[in-house]
């Protein structure tokens, strides 16, 4: 049993093969349903403890279990942790989990051009200054017509 982090900044938990959302918290239990209950319309369904033990099923599944969706749904997350964390290339990224994969995982991945752009929208943004001291200017933008360098702005 292990718990990932979904798109939403939910949680997944991957249990025997299936793949839960959590649905609600109650004082000592948690109910998850299955992901596929809008595409498939299953009713699968597990409570687990607060602390993620003691798993109970629910429902039964009206599909199969696949380890190779939970495997996909991993080195999906892997990139995108590794997008927000490092500043390596996007494609260097994609190529470094990709060689990992089985072949049915990588036969399900999307085009890579679609996996890079993920990865970019993980990337954080610049923090906005929050005072004009820490705004700096490239050298090529402090040079003025008379070739001295200036690092003030002038605003009229």
């Given amino acids: 049993m292990e ?3 979904s798109n939403k900044g939910g949680s997944k938990l991957c249990y025997q093969g299936y793949m839960y959302t959590k649905h609600t918290t109650r004082k000592t239990v948690q109910w998850w ?3 596929k209950r809008s595409s498939t319309a299953c009713k699968g369904s597990i ?3 607060l602390q993620n033990e003691n ?3 629910g429902q039964p599944h009206n599909h199969d279990p696949s380890d190779i969706s939970i495997k996909y749904t991993k ?3 892997a990139m995108k942790e590794q997008a927000a964390l490092t500043r390596d290339k996007p494609s260097q990224i994609f190529a470094q989990v990709v060689s990992t994969c ?12 679609n996996c890079k752009r993920t990865m970019r929208y993980q990337r ?13 200017l490239p050298a090529e933008f402090t040079i ?3 070739n001295q360098q200036n690092k003030s702005i002038f605003h009229e």
């Fill in 144 to 146: 003025t017509t008379n």
């Fill in 124 to 136: 954080p943004a610049p923090p906005v200054p929050q005072s004009f001291a820490d705004v700096t």
């Fill in 47 to 49: 409570t687990t403890s």
């Fill in 3 to 5: 718990v990932i982090k």
């Fill in 33 to 35: 349903k299955c992901v």
């Fill in 55 to 57: 798993p109970t099923p």
């Fill in 102 to 113: 089985e072949d049915d995982v990588q036969a399900m991945m999307p085009r890579e051009e």
């Fill in 75 to 77: 080195s999906r997350y």
